[in-house]
């Protein structure tokens, strides 16, 4: 049973760019939310999608943004990187609203 | 004030003692806590999550909760050296609030042999 899947796992970016990562959820999972995790810190919320809409937002610019598609995987777009975009982006699923989050392995981005 | 505090740590204790993590939180208006293990270079993994106040036990690990005090605190026994990682404790919201947990900023354990 594959858990979550995230690709790609690291990426490099110049200041100014743009980038796209991608996330499969556990099988079985309909729902999806990706996290921002800078060094040392405990990672932030930043979105959640379910049946394909944004139904929650944590404290981020218009910059980040994402989708859900109908087999229920999912995109985060981050658009004019920044510096301190780099982090490690994290995306996690569960099944409905109310169940555990799991976690995939992360993709490291980093801004020069 | 953060809604989350944790102890980042350091923290190192020989192979076999008990390890006790540990969290504060300041917003009442959460239902379920959850402690995750995350590996260098890993996303964070589910060690126990639990909904009530007191304790819910898993093997070598047992997790306690104190919603009067706001408290929220993991037990690991005879800890290993495959213990070693970062210990996250987050809480999350009622059904509306879906997928938004709330963090600590973890607390790094180190198990020596």
């Known amino acids: 049973d594959a858990g979550v899947t995230q690709s790609p796992t690291h990426l490099i970016k110049t200041r100014g760019q743009q980038v796209t990562l991608r996330c499969s959820p556990k099988?079985?999972?309909?729902?999806v939310s990706w996290y921002q995790q800078a060094l040392g810190q405990g990672p932030q919320f930043i979105f959640q999608?379910?049946?394909?809409?944004?139904?929650q937002r944590g404290n981020f610019p218009d910059r980040f943004s994402g989708h859900q598609f109908p087999n229920y995987s999912s995109e985060l777009n981050v658009n004019a990187l920044l510096l301190g975009d780099s982090a490690l982006y994290l995306c996690?699923?569960?099944?409905?609203?109310?169940?555990?989050?799991?976690f995939g392995n992360g993709t490291r981005l980093t801004v020069t | 004030q953060k809604e989350v505090e944790q102890d980042p740590g350091p923290l190192s204790v020989p192979e076999g003692a008990i390890v006790s993590l540990n969290c504060t939180y300041s917003?009442?208006?959460?239902?379920?806590f959850m402690w995750y293990r995350q590996y260098s270079r890993k996303g964070p993994e589910l060690l126990m999550y639990?909904?009530?106040?007191g304790n819910k036990e898993d093997g070598r690990f047992t997790a306690q909760v104190d919603k009067s005090s706001k408290y929220i605190s993991l037990f690991i026994r005879d800890s290993q050296p495959s213990d070693s990682a970062t210990y996250l404790c987050?809480?999350?919201?009622?059904?509306?609030?879906?997928?938004?947990?709330?963090f600590g900023q973890g607390t790094e354990l180190s198990v020596k042999p």
């Open positions: 996690a699923s569960r099944q409905g609203r109310d169940s555990p989050l799991h």
């Open positions: 099988s079985g999972h309909d729902t």
């Open positions: 999608y379910y049946e394909e809409e944004e139904r």
């Open positions: 917003n009442s208006a959460f239902q379920y």
């Open positions: 639990t909904y009530s106040s």
């Open positions: 987050a809480k999350g919201g009622p059904y509306n609030q879906g997928g938004k947990l709330i």
